[in-house]
């Protein structure tokens, strides 16, 4: 039973898109892979795991005050097979829940150009002081696929049927809190003035000027040099 559970997950490799990235260890890693007697290389749980822990490469251990953000190396120098590919790396769950500790921006990412060794600027979330020791996990690397970009600037998008409501009510706050007197203000109301056809010739013919077209009482009112009074006494 246990072996055709084996030969399943095996096949479901066969359907990952592979990603041959070099890694070179720097050279304080190789030495406490020797102290320690551990692999300095990509541990993972589980073969289907899309993700690899990476460790503190340092000697001694350190202490990160609370609110305290510190750069940590990996003794990992990465190399991606091509432009199409960019390493990120996340927050360790275990080390977050235990200690606090998290990466300071979220998500480091690095890309095709990235020839270095990776560090990481991990922060202290707890109120107390916490320590890393050396070779302990603090991250976890993964790859994801990037599509090439190529952008076309036009004069206006395409509408959609379907609209994310709640993102346009989400930037419509933040609009009026940004700017408030442009995008926080009540528009009165606008009311139309309605011409009937009698009213369009004579503006066609010249005999009615539009400036002297007024709403009043529900029905529109005409002043022109050709009529002496316009509703109920010209007033």
Same mark, same amino acid.
């Given at each position: 039973?246990?072996?055709?559970?084996?030969?399943?997950?095996?096949?479901?490799?066969?359907?990952?898109?592979?990603?041959?990235?070099?890694?070179?260890?720097?050279?304080?890693?190789?030495?406490?892979?020797?102290?320690?007697?551990?692999?300095?290389?990509?541990?993972?749980?589980?073969?289907?795991?899309?993700?690899?822990?990476?460790?503190?490469?340092?000697?001694?251990?350190?202490?990160?005050?609370?609110?305290?953000?510190?750069?940590?190396?990996?003794?990992?120098?990465?190399?991606?097979?091509?432009?199409?590919?960019?390493?990120?790396?996340?927050?360790?769950?275990?080390?977050?829940?235990?200690?606090?500790?998290?990466?300071?921006?979220?998500?480091?990412?690095?890309?095709?150009?990235?020839?270095?060794?990776?560090?990481?600027?991990?922060?202290? $979330?707890? %109120?107390?002081?916490?320590? !890393?020791?050396?070779?302990? *996990?603090?991250?976890? +690397?993964? #790859?994801? /696929?990037?599509?090439?970009?190529?952008?076309?600037?036009?004069?206006?998008?395409?509408?959609?049927?379907?609209?994310?409501?709640?993102?346009?009510?989400?930037?419509?706050?933040? $609009?009026? %809190?940004?700017?408030?007197? !442009?995008?926080?203000?009540? *528009?009165?109301?606008? +009311?139309? #003035?309605? /011409?009937?056809?009698?009213?369009?010739?004579?503006?066609?013919?010249?005999?009615?000027?539009?400036?002297?077209?007024?709403?009043?009482?529900?029905?529109?009112?005409?002043?022109? $040099?050709?009529?002496?009074?316009?509703?109920?006494?010209?007033?």
């Amino acid at each position: 039973m246990l072996y055709v559970q084996v030969k399943k997950e095996m096949n479901l490799l066969q359907d990952f898109q592979i990603c041959n990235i070099k890694i070179e260890k720097s050279t304080i890693a190789k030495q406490l892979e020797k102290e320690y007697s551990i692999e300095w290389g990509f541990n993972q749980d589980t073969p289907l795991d899309s993700f690899f822990h990476l460790r503190a490469c340092v000697r001694s251990p350190i202490t990160i005050k609370p609110g305290q953000i510190l750069p940590i190396p990996t003794g990992i120098y990465p190399q991606l097979p091509n432009p199409n590919f960019r390493i990120e790396c996340n927050s360790f769950t275990d080390l977050v829940y235990e200690q606090g500790i998290c990466l300071a921006d979220g998500i480091s990412t690095f890309d095709f150009t990235f020839r270095n060794e990776i560090w990481l600027l991990l922060e202290n $979330k707890f %109120k107390e002081v916490q320590t !890393i020791q050396p070779t302990q *996990k603090i991250a976890l +690397f993964s #790859v994801n /696929y990037k599509p090439r970009m190529v952008i076309e600037y036009v004069d206006w998008i395409e509408e959609i049927k379907w609209k994310n409501r709640s993102a346009k009510n989400f930037i419509q706050k933040i $609009k009026k %809190k940004m700017l408030p007197d !442009i995008h926080d203000v009540k *528009k009165q109301r606008q +009311f139309n #003035v309605g /011409y009937d056809r009698d009213q369009i010739k004579k503006y066609i013919d010249g005999g009615v000027r539009t400036s002297t077209i007024r709403k009043k009482g529900g029905k529109a009112s005409l002043w022109s $040099k050709n009529i002496d009074k316009g509703d109920d006494g010209g007033s």
